[in-house]
């Protein structure tokens, strides 16, 4: 099958740059797709990420520590940038007014004026495809639960729960990062790295909440920074929302969890809706395994059942097998390259990357969050 190849730039090289790089070289571990990734083009003010990409990678053409390299380069249709978040706004916003499809990472701007700034110049180019990176809703469990959301088959939802956590942070003498810095990260800080992978699919069920009441802790408040001496770690760690959901039909509280300082945890990322006919709970800790229960009367038991590697586009990987983070982030590759060949009422498989307008209400959200924890109270959306 001859594949529409899809020249993409890569905008930091650090640890998700790496990711893309890594989906696009084992792009043969999908199969019966008539399009794929080639990088052609590589940007980071750090030179000594280089060698990876071009160690890897033969069909580098552009090689840059200025991103504007890339924007200008006739060899390249689409970006995936993976900055800081106080980059966002103008890298954003300078890849779209050139006319380049962007996978964007999360948060889509440091806080909502940014978003607000990069959405605007979405608007003003509507032929360019736009959508912000969240790659957990591609766990086959989670693609089941979002079937069994589209079938409305809870009855009435009890409650709803998402969460994604972390632990490393528990060890106080973890050096500081930019993730941990106001200015770098955002003063949403756990949430801005964490809230859009918890928001993704509640938001594309509808379920933004009407009020939420948020609770904020900045648990380690000094962290060593590489030279060793102690500065201020002045972003949340840890953020619980109380939220109220209010759809046609249902209204029904849902818990978001975005925790740095999850005792024991890494990189659990979890869904749990329960209703009046049906539940159904996946964790990515445990990746293979989906946990349901139906009632109608009678004895109330959870089933669990390994689904295996059940994913949205096909792979070479028997179903027997398990399914991980990497291959979350080659579904999400694959979702965001099929909607640029063919559009997003052509895909392959309905579920598409998490959209502009979702990256937006998470904004929303998020900043309804820091509101409500400084006056303690619950804030309207
Ligand atoms: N989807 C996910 O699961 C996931 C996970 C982690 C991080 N992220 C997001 O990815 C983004 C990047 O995070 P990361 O963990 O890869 O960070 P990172 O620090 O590993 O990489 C960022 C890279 O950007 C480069 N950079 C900084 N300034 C630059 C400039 N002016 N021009 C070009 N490059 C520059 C840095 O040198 C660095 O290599 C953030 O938005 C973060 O929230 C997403």
Redesign the pocket.
């Known amino acids: 099958m001859t594949k529409k190849e899809i020249r993409f730039g890569i ?7 790496r990711e893309f790089g890594s989906a696009a070289a084992r792009w043969c571990h999908l199969l019966d797709l008539d399009f794929a990734p080639v990088i052609t083009g590589i ?4 030179e000594a ?1 280089f060698d990876w990409y071009t160690s890897n990678f033969d069909t580098i053409t552009v090689k840059t ?1 200025d ?1 504007h390299d890339l924007l200008n380069s006739d060899d390249i249709d689409a970006i995936y940038c ?4 106080n ?2 706004q103008q890298f954003y916003t300078d890849i779209i007014k050139a006319g380049k499809h962007l996978l964007g ?3 889509f701007g440091i806080d909502i004026a940014a978003n607000n700034a990069i959405q605007q110049e979405i608007d003003r180019h509507p032929d360019v495809v736009v959508a912000c ?3 957990f809703p591609f766990f086959p469990g989670a693609q089941r639960i979002i079937k069994y959301i589209e079938e409305a088959r809870f009855g009435q939802i009890i409650d709803v729960s998402c969460g994604l956590l972390h632990s490393s942070d528990l060890d106080p003498n973890k050096k500081i990062n ?1 993730k941990r810095m106001i200015n770098i990260n955002g003063e949403y800080g756990c949430m801005g ?1 964490l809230g859009m ?1 918890t928001l993704h699919i509640p938001l594309r069920s509808g379920w933004m909440p009407e009020s939420l009441r948020a609770m904020l802790s900045n648990i380690v408040t000094q962290r060593p920074n590489a030279q060793g001496d102690m500065v201020p770690c002045e972003t949340w760690d840890n953020a619980t929302l109380c939220c109220d959901v209010r759809t046609v039909d249902q209204q029904f509280p849902m818990y978001i969890k975005t925790y740095r300082i999850a005792p024991g945890e890494t990189n659990t990322w979890y869904i749990r809706i329960t209703g009046t006919e049906f539940c159904a709970e996946f964790s990515s800790k445990y990746p293979k395994t989906l946990k349901t229960m139906r009632y109608n009367g009678g004895e109330q038991s959870w089933n669990m059942t390994d689904l295996g590697y059940s994913s949205a586009y096909s792979t070479i990987t028997g179903g027997i097998f398990e399914f991980g983070f990497s291959d979350a982030m080659l579904q999400m590759w694959a979702a965001f390259c099929d909607q640029l060949a063919h559009g997003r009422d052509g895909m392959k498989q309905p579920f598409y990357c998490a959209t502009p307008e979702e990256a937006h209400l998470h904004h929303r959200i998020l900043t309804a969050a820091l509101e409500s924890n400084k006056k303690k109270q619950v804030i309207s959306l």
């Open positions: 905008i930091g090289l650090g640890l998700m740059g940007c980071d003010t750090n990420l520590t991103y993976a900055v800081p978040h980059l966002h990472e999360k948060p990176s969240s790659e930019w790295d992978h």
